[in-house]
Each structure stands twice: as structure tokens, then as C-alpha cells.
């Protein structure tokens, strides 16, 4: 048949040679590769680095012996092309080892180039700790710096696929993570509020997210990587990883003047043949054709890279199959999380100018992995797009736990067959409790999308309502889920009741009616609907997602002006709950030392422990158990809880704050989450925060009395800001949060010392001019002698090894003060946001007077 030649050995390259041997036994083959390495695992990188994946034999999918030796195929590594002679149909190759160039002919010629990872010119770039993660070398080399006991902190820079695997490994190997991703969310194909769910994961995990920031330039001292931002902050790092992007490696086909496009991807017709008709080129470095709208695109993926070199192999050989196109499905683990997509995004949609209700739908549902009765249920976050006529489905992401990625195969494939609503609703699909719902996640896809398309509900947009739109949200929930979390500004009236209740609502105002996880507000839209309200929506995915988009509009508890509009809590009694106790009777006696606790005189008192059971109980279903549970114990009684679902672990600890019992632990137990309370008139909760945990043995109960400090900076002399940073350092010594509230002149401690180049009026520049520009340029209250005071004072603390008052603020930042600039003084005093040093946070009095409440000191300075 001739002489073949593969310019490439991974993916496409690789797999192309194995096919062409098995499809011909007389052909010679010759594979090319410019690295050490052919046909590895580089989706694997990431978790070599985090040694997941122990062996570096086990990336090698074939090894350059194999290929040799059981396929007949020429390999030569370390052999790099520099230039394809079309007309005498020669390659020029240069061999790396030998230091060597020769020339090699052929018949057909298969570009299988790949890509190479974005490297643009930043300064100080070069430093030799800052890598790119793209061959087994390069992951040699991050692996060794991950576990390198003098390494503790890493930066990430690129919240894409790999740039987020690789975040997760080196958190798990111990690291302190930071990502920097220039655009405003992570993940760039998916939508903006499911990349927020992985966003809120992510930093649930500890790592640090700078968003909208990308990196100005980078310095190398010693040991330390300093990394610039846009805006002017600076990370440390003891390495970075740079994560920004691929483009293809096609300058050999620029070269030789193969049709490229404007990205630099090789044009191939259907058969994967370039403009000249004896090169064919297959994997990341060719354009392919978008199935979903029929255009030209570049999708580098290892999935498509495979069959396409099946593809090329069959054509060399004399068939004439044809590649039909990449839809793009994909799939992440990002922490505890699978993200997953395949077809296009919203964002896409609305680039190409088209409007939701006249060129398409979207609906976003919750529903769990499988049977919410059997445990390890996991929620899963779906949106479909699709054509309003329901014929076309143009794409979908999943975010959640198990089983994402099967739903989001299902529905590529239906795409791929060209099947719209219809065909996705009425599919038939495997069932069992461990693994799925008697109603498939992907059939409640489409039955919502079908009601949509029916005109039987209107779903709101993630970020609804907007400010000033008239919009109220009506919570449908039950109280005893709104002591968990309400919306700030909402009207509460339960399924149950809201037929009997329909005169309290205006059926002129415009609801979104808002439940756990939505399928009670459909409910009770289509009950408002048949009863004359006609501006009705709901709020898609439920309060699990409201949470997580609207984390700065959210109060424990609260309706329409601070005061929920709702049943009283009687109204869920008699409701019977499923959580199921352990072991015979799910009690058992305890002993817990209760002295000091309410209703106690401090005697040892027979207490109860209970054990509950309410994984795989969809949202809101743990907390409701937990609420009827409680009403059956005694003060001083403990409950041990186990869920399956993530929000649990939030949901508990506003819980016990408003209803006044006590938080023992909270913490992760594999894939559950377990918490232990104990019954009584608490003012809040023993653990802070999800994940962190105090032992609740018998005779360790511990009181949740406010433990916090907060201080009112009110003045801006150096001595006095000074004394207040000396407390808050202090405080945090010994373990308790602290907030600092700086206002009228006590903002001029947190200015920046350069100006920021924001226009101002004629008197706030007045202002401005004569305000300090940060603690350099404050003077000491007493004892300044025209400066000479100030400068000694320095020289002082200087002598005898006293940090000084910027590395105090620095210190106190970094270890978690929340610093507050006050938003009243800054208008009056004519001080910008930019004008701040970074990380100070906008707040008024009422994020005061939250944190004081939180305090057992107050001080004012």
C-alpha cells in the first residue's frame, strides 16, 4: 500500500499507526515523536502530580517498545520534523539524540501535531518555577516540587479543566492553592451559574479564587515566586503552574502552505484530508465541524482526537468513512464535585445573537444521582437548551455528584442522533435504587423542558430578581426549613396552606415562587396560575441554588421587612418523617457532665442519645427530621445525624443558631455528613463552621457563648491605629475571629500611599489631598514634634524587633481579621473603594452591629 508517515505520537498519532497495522499488514509505518515519550495519558497529569496515580509507567498507554514490537511500526522518539517538501513528498527530520538531520519520504503523511500549552510573554515568565503541565516531564517536574516538604504554597494560574485538576491534587498533597483566572468565573465554557457552583466547592476546600484578575507580571526571589496581578495585589507562591490555555501546534503545516484557519487549526474536509490530498491531520491541531449549528471550530479533546485517527487509518487503507463532527462532551472532577457539558452554552446562544423565547429555552432542575431512599444520594444540578419548539437540543451541563456523567452521555447521544424534548423524554433507562430514580434525572429533563414548551411554567434566570424589577419571591417551603435559611426579602406561605391563603397575595404583583429543589413551586405556580395570577415564575433549581447565587442577600429566617410571612410551626407536626434511627431503637443512655447547662442544676442527669439516619433524603429532608426529632427530646439530650446531602452540612449550623440548640461537631465522614447536637436554649453553635469538629464525648459538652472582638477605628493617629492592631493581633493569638470597623478619620489608614487615578469632584479631590495616604503618612497623637516624634517612634520599634504598623496590618489580614471600611464615612469623606488597600470589604453600620452581636468585647478607638 505504500509508505505512511505519523508526524506525532500521543493521542491521534499512536492510535492511527496501531489501526493502519491492523488494517494492513504489508503497509510501512513510521511514527514520529519530538519527545521521549509516545502515547501517554496527559488527562492523567494532573493526578500523577497528586500521586493518585502512583507509577509513571502507568501514564504509558503503549510503550515505544510495544508499538515496535507487536505492531511493526517505526519509532522514533526524540525525532523532531521541521519541514514538509509537498512537491518531492519528503519530510526534513532532525534527530534530537544524534544532533542529526535526514530526510524521510512518504505516500501519505499524517499530521498528528497536537497542541501546546499557552506561554505568553509576562514578565519574569522564565523563572525556572513556573511550569506548564503538558508531557510526563513536565509533571516529573511539578510532582517533585508538590512533595517537597520546603514547598507550602502554590499558584494556579487558569481555572480551566486542567488548571483545576491540578489545584485539587496539590490541595490534597497538602499545599496551600491559589487560582488566578483573568475571566469572572472558572470553567470558561460553562455557564456563569454553574461555574459558581464549582466556585463555591472550590473555595469550601480552601483554595483561594482571584476572578477577573489576571497576572500583570511575575518576580522570582530565592525561593519565592511573587505574581502581580491586574489590579495591583501580589500573591507569594513557592511554585506556579501556569494553566491559560492550548493552541495547536500547526506551524510545520503554516509552512508548508496547508489551508489553516485564523486560530491556526489545519481546514480538513469530512475524511480528515488537508488541502493536499496525500496529508491527512486528525487530534487538537484540526478544526472540525460544530453538529450543533453546523460551523467550523476547535475542540481539543483526547475522545475526538481517537476516533479521528481510527478515521484517517481507515482512509489511508481505502475506506471512506467520514467524521461527522465534535459536539464537545466533557468531563471534570473539581473537588467534591463532577462538572460536565457537551453541545453549546448559554453564553454561546447569546453570542450568536439569539434571545431566549424566541430562538430558545433553558430549564435548570435538581434532582439526585439515584433513589433519594437509598443512601449516598447526591444532588445534580442540570441545564438543557433546546429549541422552542422542543426539536432541537442544543446542549447541557451537569454539575453534582455520581452519575453526572452518564446523564450528560445520554443526552449527547440523543443529540447526536439528531433527537429533540421528545425523544429525551421518552427514553427508556436502566433503574435500581443504588443507581438511578424510577424517573431518570435526564426524564425530568425533558418533562420540565416539555412543560416549558407547553406554557405550563416559566422558569426565572438565576440571578432573579433583579433590583428595582417588582419581583417577590413567594417561599413555599415549610417554616421549620426557613430556620435553616430564608431569603432576605420574601413572603412565606406552605404548598399546604396556600390554596386557603390565595386572598393574603396580590394577584397583580409578579411572584417567583421559590422551594427546596423546585418541584413544589411548580406546584404552586400551577396552582396560582389556574386562580387568576398571571405573573408567575419559579426560581429554577430551588433554594439550594438561590443559596448559592445569592450569598449576599440571605438572612436566617427573615420575610418581607424582617418579618416572615407563614404558618405557625405547628403546621409540619404530624408530618411523618423517614430518617431512620441505627441499631434496634436508635437510642441509647448517656451521661453527659451537664452542669451549667439550661434547665440543670449541674448533677449528672440521665440523657438520651439518638441516632438518625437521613442519607440519601433529598433537601430539605435532613433538616425536617432533625426538627422532629428535637421535639421529642429533653433539653440536654444528644442527636446524631448522618446525611448524604451537601447543603446539610450549612443548613445545621443556621439552624441551631435560630432555634437555640447546641452544634457539637459538623464534619465530613466519607461521602456523608455527620453532625451531633445537643437540646437546649444555646445561643448558637459550638462549631463555626462545616468541617470543623469538637468531640462529643459524654463529658465534653462546650458552651457556644460569642467568643469574638470587634473594634471601631474611629481615629487616624499612628499610635492609636497602631494599639489597635496590637489587640486584634492579640485576640487572634488566642484564637478568636476579630472585626475591625474603620471609620471617618480611621480611613485613612487603609488608603493606598499612590494615587489611583479615579476622578473625583472638586471637593472630594480637597478631601483627598488633605486625608493621609496610608499608615506611612500618619502622624503620632501626641509628642509628633513636626514629625521628629513619628520617626523615633518608628526608629524604636524598629531597634528593638517590634513589627511595624504595615506589617501588622499585614499580618492581621492575612491571618483572617475582617477588616470593614464604613460606606457612610467613605461617601462623606469623599474616599473611592479603589483608593483601599486590598482585601477591605464595603459595609455599612448594620455589618457592624452583625458582627458585634457575634462579640463578647467591643472596642472603640
Not at 30 to 51: F, M, T
Not at 337 to 347: D, F, N, Q, R, Y
Not at 616 to 635: F, N, S, T, W
Not at 802 to 824: F, H, P, Q, R
Request: net charge neutral; with cysteine; glycine share 10%.
Amino acid at each position: 500500500m505504500g509508505k505512511t508517515v505519523i508526524i506525532g505520537g500521543v493521542a491521534a498519532g499512536a492510535g492511527c499507526a496501531a489501526r493502519l497495522r491492523r488494517l494492513d499488514e504489508g503497509a510501512e509505518i513510521v511514527l514520529l515523536e519530538r519527545g521521549p515519550y509516545i502515547s501517554y495519558a496527559n488527562c492523567g497529569l494532573p493526578y500523577y502530580v497528586g500521586n493518585v496515580i502512583q507509577s509513571k509507567d502507568a501514564l504509558l498507554v503503549t510503550k515505544e517498545e510495544t508499538l515496535r514490537e507487536r505492531f511493526r511500526v517505526d519509532v522514533r522518539t526524540r525525532n523532531e520534523v521541521t519541514s514538509i517538501d509537498r512537491k518531492q513528498k519528503k519530510i526534513l527530520v532532525t534527530d534530537l539524540a544524534a544532533n542529526r538531520a535526514y530526510e524521510e519520504s512518504y505516500d501519505k503523511l499524517v499530521i498528528a501535531t497536537g497542541s501546546s500549552p499557552v506561554r505568553p510573554r509576562i514578565p519574569g515568565i522564565d523563572s525556572d518555577r513556573i511550569f506548564t503541565l503538558w508531557t510526563v516531564p513536565d509533571a516529573e517536574k511539578i510532582r517533585s516540587m508538590a512533595s517537597d516538604s520546603q514547598n507550602k504554597k502554590a499558584v494556579v494560574v487558569g481555572g480551566g479543566f486542567i488548571g483545576l485538576e491540578t489545584a485539587e491534587n496539590l490541595r490534597k498533597e497538602g499545599l496551600q492553592v491559589s487560582i488566578v483566572e483573568a475571566l469572572d468565573q472558572v470553567m470558561a465554557p460553562f455557564d456563569r451559574e454553574m461555574a459558581m457552583l464549582l466556585e463555591e466547592n472550590i473555595r469550601e476546600n480552601g483554595v483561594e479564587l482571584y476572578l477577573s484578575d489576571g497576572v500583570a507580571s511575575f518576580r522570582t526571589e530565592d525561593r519565592t515566586v511573587f505574581v502581580r496581578l491586574s489590579s495591583g495585589r501580589e500573591i507569594s507562591a513557592d511554585f506556579v503552574i501556569l494553566s491559560i490555555g492550548v493552541r495547536p501546534n500547526s506551524q510545520l503545516a503554516v509552512q508548508a502552505g496547508l489551508k489553516c484557519n485564523e486560530r491556526g487549526g489545519i481546514c480538513v474536509d469530512e475524511q480528515l484530508r488537508t488541502s493536499d490530498p496525500d496529508i491527512y491531520a486528525a487530534g487538537d491541531v484540526i478544526e472540525v465541524n460544530d453538529p450543533v449549528f453546523g460551523e467550523k471550530t476547535m475542540i481539543p479533546l483526547a475522545g475526538p482526537a481517537n476516533r479521528q485517527a481510527r478515521i484517517v487509518a481507515d482512509n489511508i487503507a481505502g475506506g471512506q468513512e467520514r467524521y461527522r463532527g465534535t459536539q464537545g462532551a466533557s468531563v471534570a472532577r473539581v473537588f467534591d464535585l463532577t462538572a460536565a457539558s457537551v453541545g453549546a452554552g448559554e453564553k454561546k446562544l447569546i453570542r450568536r445573537g439569539m434571545v431566549r423565547g424566541r430562538d430558545y429555552e433553558k430549564v435548570v432542575i435538581s434532582q439526585n444521582s439515584h433513589a433519594g431512599y437509598y443512601p449516598g444520594a447526591l444532588p445534580l444540578i442540570i441545564k438543557l437548551l433546546f429549541s422552542p419548539d422542543g426539536k432541537k437540543i442544543f446542549g447541557a451541563q451537569i454539575v453534582g455528584g455520581d452519575g453526572a456523567d452518564k446523564r450528560i452521555d445520554t443526552i449527547g447521544t440523543v443529540m447526536q442522533m439528531g433527537g429533540g424534548i421528545a425523544e429525551l423524554k421518552n427514553l427508556e433507562l436502566a433503574y435500581a435504587p443504588p443507581y438511578s430514580s424510577a424517573k431518570d434525572p435526564v426524564n425530568m429533563a425533558a418533562f420540565a423542558a416539555e412543560n416549558v414548551i407547553r406554557k405550563l411554567v416559566s422558569f426565572a434566570e438565576w440571578d432573579d430578581p433583579k433590583p428595582d424589577s417588582g419581583e417577590m419571591i413567594l417561599d413555599v417551603r415549610e417554616e421549620a426549613e426557613r430556620l435553616a435559611w430564608a431569603p432576605k426579602e420574601s413572603v412565606n406561605i406552605p404548598l399546604g396552606q396556600l390554596r386557603g391563603r390565595l386572598e393574603e397575595l396580590d394577584r397583580k404583583q409578579h411572584y417567583i415562587v421559590l422551594c427546596a429543589v423546585g418541584v413544589r413551586a411548580y406546584t404552586a405556580a400551577r396552582i396560582l396560575l389556574q386562580h387568576g395570577f398571571d405573573h408567575i415564575k419559579v426560581y429554577p433549581g430551588g433554594a439550594r441554588l438561590y443559596r448559592s447565587f445569592h450569598p449576599d442577600g440571605q438572612t436566617a429566617g427573615s420575610g418581607t421587612d424582617g418579618e416572615a410571612k407563614s404558618s405557625s410551626v405547628s403546621a409540619v407536626k404530624g408530618n411523618p418523617g423517614t430518617g431512620k434511627p441505627d441499631g434496634k431503637t436508635g437510642q441509647e443512655d448517656t451521661e453527659p457532665d451537664t452542669k451549667g447547662m439550661p434547665g440543670n442544676t449541674g448533677k449528672h442527669i440521665k440523657h438520651e442519645r439518638i441516632r438518625i439516619n437521613c442519607s440519601g433524603l433529598q433537601c430539605p429532608g435532613p433538616i425536617m427530621e432533625v426538627y422532629h426529632a428535637m421535639e421529642k427530646m429533653r433539653d440536654g439530650d444528644i442527636l446524631e445525624v448522618t446525611a448524604s446531602d451537601p447543603g446539610f452540612a450549612k443548613d445545621i449550623i443556621s439552624w441551631c443558631r435560630r432555634t437555640g440548640n447546641m452544634l457539637l461537631s459538623n464534619e465530613k465522614q466519607g461521602t456523608d455528613f455527620v453532625a451531633v447536637l445537643c437540646k437546649g436554649n444555646n445561643t448558637g453553635s459550638a462549631v463555626p463552621v462545616p468541617g470543623s469538629s469538637v468531640p462529643a464525648s459524654e463529658d465534653h459538652v462546650i458552651m457556644d457563648t460569642p467568643q469574638g472582638k470587634t473594634i471601631i477605628v474611629f481615629d487616624g493617629d499612628m499610635d492609636k491605629v497602631l494599639a489597635a492592631f496590637v489587640i486584634a493581633n492579640g485576640a487572634l493569638a488566642m484564637g478568636r475571629p476579630v472585626t475591625m470597623f474603620f471609620t471617618f478619620w480611621g480611613l485613612t489608614a487603609l488608603r493606598k500611599p499612590t494615587a489611583s487615578g479615579v476622578r473625583k469632584s472638586p471637593v472630594e479631590a480637597m478631601f483627598g489631598k488633605m486625608l493621609p495616604k496610608g499608615t506611612g503618612k500618619l502622624k503620632l497623637s501626641r509628642m509628633n514634634m513636626g514629625g521628629l516624634g513619628t520617626a523615633m517612634m518608628r526608629r524604636i520599634m524598629q531597634d528593638k524587633n517590634i513589627d511595624s504598623l504595615e506589617d501588622m496590618m499585614k499580618k492581621a489580614m492575612e491571618n483572617g481579621v475582617k477588616i470593614i471600611a464604613c460606606s457612610m464615612s467613605m461617601d462623606v469623606m469623599g474616599i473611592r473603594k479603589e483608593e483601599l488597600i486590598d482585601g477591605v470589604e464595603i459595609g455599612g453600620v448594620g455589618s457592624y452591629l452583625g458582627e458585634a452581636e457575634e462579640s463578647n468585647v467591643n472596642l472603640f478607638i
